[in-house]
């Protein structure tokens, strides 16, 4: 039977899940819950009963948006798109699968998290894993060379996510690119303005954008001595540096991955180090860095970049960051991550913007991030031309993580509708007029609600506008249909006064216009 | 090698669109066409030379939304987000896939379209099949008996699509749904308010909402002699009437399904009934009929709802139709269709309101549907608790496609970008100074553009802003810099004036401000 079937599933789901905590030497009280969990699931297959049993869950790693959550996500959506229609962004939408072989190849060691489809004849596809290769495969596809477009979706990755820090296999990015051949470091400034312009505006605490450039990795991993074979095992070494301590980061480069200590501690030396347009033109003159082209090719970029975000007046929050890596392979130049650094507690330091190495920063996790890829298109065109491209993706997830945090903690109350007005009645026998009255405001495009039943109680009517916040409630009752008015209550002030009902669609727009 | 068994899939794939078309004796044209297709990718597995060659393509029943047909999504959810607000309703979110056990069993004989993910150790999963079961799951596991909400989502059938008919794999539902215990009728005849709303604010040209119920058709099977056992096969083969003949349905009930000549044409009686209340009034004194009393609970749901859509001011478009049927397995009372009926070719009958058969008029498809399903939450509820629900799924798809042909049909251009202002020089070497206007714009909440380049010409500029729509260009030049002035353009008249730089934004947000 499919519901035999089903239940044996959830066993060994369950049964994976308490192997997990165990081995992880979670806490007696987790472990017995899940075990208790485990036991009731057996002993559902034991007694079936034929009755349908599901387990009440959504997938792991993923979750419902419920209406407050959604009300939060709503407004930080409004403020990021405002953002970039600003900068004149045109938006495009991409189906949630591609084929297999559209993503395959793309993301490093990473591909593993890809979600594929079942086969049930027909292509093999996977869930899309970021916005930016299905946006190659358009760019591709349709020949276009010029676009600036963003879009904001869900993408799929089968990672283990610690979702109280908001990592989910599910999540949107918000991601806005700017593709063609343009001259040098022009869009990669805006892309850095716009992470600016949008951090600032959702005010989640200071923030700071460390940007570095993939020609500036690799030549140093050259000059220090690293097999070319080996830049991007070592470069994915370096990315673990915001969570990992340098001793750490060493160690598996010279054990893991068999890098001479002499290159490690090399490597060592230029990680450490951050700044502003002046470090770019300190490491051009360094003895070392200054042989490698590619290197000096990032340097004069970084400078230029920071000339522009310097019109942009931006750069109080950017750094020049040497032991900025980022996972991915499609980067080819300019590579930047914004991170929230505690409120208070580590701000850019002022030394920062001078070249001198900033304190260890408290950081509370990447916020944004992206790059230049100019390869990735010419991976699809079937001539392999290019198409240069820039972008930033936007980590909704950690930002609705932390204004939910903010809205629970406010005593403000969110509300999830927009109800302006509740059509009421005092006494029995009125559904008709007030369905009469709800639609002549629904038919003049007020928002209003009227109770689904034939004779509510007044104080339930009421007690409805207080826990969702609608401001006014239109009361009718046999004397006010007598007179031809409505009795318009306030609900914040319990303040009550007839309106006619030749008035009362302007005085509830008057009452209720947001100024 | 990889790129080796992508081409063998590649190949695979294109072999079995040949077959197809040879199998449907499509155009000889068209086969060839696609058996070019097919020996060019077999030529490349020969000759294989290491590039990467991917087959650039969406995957099959799927499509990208570029920026104009995004514009246009926008419109269309923009007018019907604001309808279900104005309606009072939340929304919610739920995740892409749901566990596969959530699904089964909900949706009858179209379960076999459900996309399943591949088992790669875990839970298993399948992509939502519509935005409805995932809500009464919502609705189950929270413990929610009341809410009103809408949720707009894209869902996924593995369906033989007709994409030129706005038919997709992959494709956006707008679900309103009301849920509680109410008193009967009014929550459902606001659903059909919600529909009217709709349809008339998008303008899609005349349209009709087909009501019945499901008791009334168990009711009628019943009376006219279908057993039991066939009261789901025989109404799914009632609801191909829309697109079959009566003769044609009448065969497959008798040929394929085994029901007797004599009850097939008692149903074809009834289903050839439409009218509005009095036709239910008939129906409850109709000799037959009126010996089930499911069939009369419904029909007496039918009077009062028609009832409620007098007050509604909707009765107009709404017609009571006992052909209408509806698939799905989980509807337990009224349904109901909208359809679009051809701009003028035939509107709904003046007699259809008086409960005479309305002419057949030619339909486009189905733009809405829905009804009521008070047992479907109950199916995830541990102890079976049952919350009434009764919901409207509008379909968004086949809107998009008639807005689209609307669109390029008319002369108006879809802007895709809302960019009131482009910075533009007149002479080089003014990079720096049209970066720095563009901030004092962007800080200022101005949709404004600067071309990437370090010396466009204004030829260029000027032809940017007339392809993408922009009303103004702030020309700078040496003479307007040293003067503290900006020389504003009025694209469409190429009126040039002017204007210090102390008013530059108070004269933007003038010229550009929506009237």
């Known amino acids: 039977m499919d519901d035999k079937a089903q239940i044996q599933e959830a066993i060994k789901t369950q049964g994976e899940v308490v192997r997990k905590l165990k081995s992880e030497k979670a806490s007696k009280e987790q472990i017995d819950e899940e075990v208790a969990k485990l036991l009731q699931l057996k002993a559902r297959l034991g007694g079936d009963d034929g009755k349908h049993q599901f387990v009440l869950k959504t997938a792991k790693g993923t979750r419902d948006y419920n209406p407050k959550q959604m009300a ?56 899309r894993y970021d916005l930016t290769v299905p946006f190659a495969r358009y760019l591709a596809m349709n020949k276009i060379t010029n676009i600036k477009r963003y879009h904001i979706a869900k993408v799929y990755r089968r990672d283990n996510p610690a979702m109280t820090r908001g990592r989910y296999r599910e999540f949107y990015q918000c991601d806005f690119d700017i593709a063609g051949q343009y001259d040098g470091m022009i869009p990669d400034a805006e892309c850095l303005k716009i992470v600016y312009e949008i951090l600032s505006e959702l005010n989640l605490g200071d923030f700071r954008i460390k940007v570095n450039d993939r020609r500036i990795l690799d030549g140093m991993f050259a000059v220090c001595g690293v097999p070319d074979d080996k830049f991007r095992t070592i470069c994915s070494t370096v990315d673990k540096l915001d969570k990992m301590s340098w001793e750490d980061v060493k160690k598996e ?72 890596a980022r996972g991915l392979d499609y980067y080819t130049g300019i590579i930047y991550e914004a ?50 491209c820039v972008g930033v993706s936007i980590g909704i997830e950690r930002i609705f993580s932390i204004m939910e945090q903010k809205a629970e903690a406010s005593a403000e109350k969110v509300r999830t509708t927009e109800v302006q007005i509740m059509v009421a009645s005092a006494q029995k026998n009125l559904l008709e007029e007030r369905l009469k009255l709800v639609t002549e405001l629904w038919n003049a495009g007020i928002k209003a609600e009227v109770m689904y039943k034939k004779n509510p109680k007044l104080l339930s009517q009421l007690q409805h506008c207080e826990e969702s916040g609608i401001p006014l409630v239109a009361i009718l009752g ?35 216009s947001e100024a």
Do not use: W
């Open 253 to 324: 480069m010279v054990n893991e991955k068999g890098l001479s200590e002499e290159a490690a501690d090399q490597i060592g030396e230029y990680v450490s180090m951050q700044g502003g347009m002046d470090l770019a033109e300190r490491l051009l003159q360094d003895q070392k860095m200054s042989q490698s082209k590619q290197a000096c090719a990032g340097l004069s970029d970084i400078k230029l970049l920071f000339s522009y975000l310097q019109l942009f007046q931006v750069t109080d929050k950017v750094v020049f960051d040497l032991s900025l």
């Open 339 to 388: 991170v929230l650094t505690q409120a208070g507690v580590a701000p850019v330091p002022a030394e920062a913007q001078n070249g001198a190495p900033a304190e260890e920063s408290v950081s509370v996790g990447s916020v944004a991030g992206g790059g230049r890829y100019d390869g990735l298109v010419g991976m699809f065109d079937p001539k392999g031309r290019k198409v240069p």
């Open 72 to 127: 939060i996500r709503e407004k930080v959506f409004k403020t990021i798109i405002s953002c970039f229609k600003r900068h004149g962004a045109e938006t495009i939408d991409t189906p949630v699968f591609e084929l297999k072989e559209t993503l395959t190849g793309k993301y490093g060691e990473d591909s593993k998290l890809i979600y594929d489809l079942k086969d049930q004849g027909g292509e093999l596809l996977s869930l």
């Open 478 to 512: 046999e004397q006010e249909l007598k007179d031809g008015v409505v009795k318009l209550r306030v609900v914040a002030t319990r303040e009550e006064v007839d309106i006619s009902r030749a008035d009362l669609i302007g005085e509830i727009r008057r009452r209720t």
